[in-house]
């Protein structure tokens, strides 16, 4: 369930879509599927499209995905015969690729005689350049992941066989990792060893943890403290840990010169869960900060503070706190509400916001509130929140974002669509003021963000805030780049 009560993205136009959530374990005698799942479901919130997980028994590697939620995927049927001592896992918001089975991951090659299992979180920057320098046709692969899981097939040695003294993955991981650009958490995994790797910027967040008797790998903390694993650190930028019988060791692929840390500084405001730690802060007290700058930095008169549920409330109570104004609950939450279509028109857009979100008549009626939010994409959900609170009496409506605009688009791993669409990019405060209907609308400095944090001199990627990337940005890139690769072969 992603923050906002939905179980897809297709309603909330408002948001940055999450990325997607990977998760690994080693855990000999232990029921790796099971923990797999339980890391899966406290991952869900970073991709709803589809799940899957791959297992090793030290001789085969199984794989299950499918479409939709990780408990659509997996029950006890599936899970029973997923018997091993080691496993990954993913959940899916596709960035690069459609959204098919096909494009589920874990991805799975088989090079000579042995096979390994891939999981991505991120986005790729220069998936069309890599697919021309390999000389792949069109529709060769289909998506970024399965473009690097081809890559590194090809490095395997003819007749390799990962399983003589486990380095042939890894030894491909080496040839392959530096030559990718852009956003990638990678968990891989191999009959009997398991990987993982952040990229040199480090902006999609991947930790270890420690089990009595293995170790896990996992995108956010919670889905450590969910299995009984204990948080053991964050994989630096530009880090390869590789686990084993032998236990984990730490290896640096990429030159030393690239590594630049840039986490995602939306991780923070809205993807990560609020009882995730990233740079080793709660995101809870990062979201309460920003609320409570937010009230120094724009103050208004008003008789109640108002959060959009979930990640909007934290800085609500912030926001509360700091002004002296009481905090309320004016939004109630649909919290069963299931997969939806895809509203066609922008007007049932705005009334699909109605099935996941309701006013609290009595505690709006007649008061001026001050709504909190994390950040306005198009601005849908927002406008009909207005309306609602406008039609059930609020006297005055005052919007506070604790983000910037939101100006320029994500190539690293968040889908929020083009500039085109992005209301910040076309219209000024104001102009969003008057679409919003609201009777204020104030923004967090990216300044105050950064303060809220309370991570001095930690690196943050804000490029679609500020439209200054970390890396050469794709500026033509859509989802479909692979299937817009020329052939470059006869
Ligand atoms: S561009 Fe924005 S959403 Fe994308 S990684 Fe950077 S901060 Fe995060």
Not at 172 to 183: D, I, K
Not at 312 to 341: C, D, H, M
Not at 375 to 395: D, F
């Amino acid at each position: 369930m992603c923050e906002h009560g939905l179980v897809t993205g297709e309603i909330d136009d408002d948001h940055p879509k999450e990325a997607c959530g990977v998760f690994g374990v080693y855990g000999p005698g232990m029921p790796v599927a099971h923990l797999t799942f339980d890391g899966l479901y406290a991952l869900q919130h970073r991709g709803q499209e589809s799940a899957g997980m791959a297992v090793s028994d030290g001789d085969t590697i199984t794989i299950v995905k499918d479409m939709g939620l990780v408990t659509n995927v997996f029950d006890d049927r599936t899970l029973a015969p997923l018997k091993g001592h080691l496993a990954i896992g993913h959940t899916r918001y596709s960035t690069t690729g459609s959204s098919t089975w096909r494009n589920a991951q874990p991805v799975y090659r088989e090079p000579g005689e042995s096979g390994f299992a891939l999981g991505h979180n991120g986005n790729l920057t220069n998936t069309a350049a890599l697919a021309a320098e390999a000389g792949m046709l069109p529709g060769t692969v289909a998506s970024d992941s399965d473009l690097v899981a081809e890559l590194i097939a090809a490095c395997f040695p003819p007749d390799g066989d990962g399983r003589s003294d486990g380095r042939d993955l890894e030894r491909a991981l080496v040839q392959v990792l530096p030559r990718l650009e852009g956003a990638f958490s990678f968990v891989l995994m191999d009959a009997g060893h398991l990987i993982g790797v952040r990229d040199p910027n480090g902006f999609r967040p991947l930790c270890l943890g420690k089990l009595d008797s293995g170790w896990v790998l996992a995108s956010e903390t919670p889905a450590l403290d969910v299995i009984g694993a204990h948080f053991v650190r964050e994989i630096d930028p530009g880090e390869m840990i590789v686990i084993d019988a032998t236990g984990w060791r730490s290896e640096h692929p990429f030159p030393q010169n690239r590594v630049n840390p840039k986490l995602c500084i939306f991780e923070l405001v809205y993807i990560a869960r609020p009882d995730s730690h990233l740079y080793g802060k709660e995101v809870h007290g990062a979201r309460r900060r920003m609320g409570e700058l937010l009230a120094e930095q724009a103050p208004v008169e008003a008789d109640m503070v108002m959060g959009v549920p979930e990640s909007g409330v934290p800085a609500a109570e912030g926001y509360a706190k700091r002004s002296g104004i009481p905090y309320g609950q004016g939004l109630v939450k649909n919290r069963y509400i299931g997969r939806t279509f895809i509203a066609p028109t922008q007007e049932m857009r705005s009334r699909a916001v109605n099935r996941k979100l309701n006013p609290l008549r009595e505690n709006i009626r007649g008061k001026r509130v001050v709504v909190v939010d994390d950040s306005i994409v198009r601005g849908t959900t927002q406008r009909a929140i207005v309306r609602m609170l406008r039609e059930v009496g609020a006297s005055e409506v005052h919007v506070r974002i604790t983000s910037p605009p939101y100006k320029w688009p994500c190539f690293y791993g968040v889908d929020t669509g083009t500039r085109a669409e992005l209301l910040a990019a076309n219209m000024s405060v104001g102009e969003i003021q008057d679409y919003l209907g609201v009777d204020s609308l104030a923004y967090l400095s990216l300044e105050n963000l950064e303060r809220a944090i309370e991570a001095p001199g930690a690196g943050f990627c804000s490029a679609c805030l500020t439209g200054e990337y970390p890396t050469a940005a794709p500026v033509n890139f859509t989802k479909g780049v692979l299937e817009e690769l020329k052939p470059q072969r006869a």
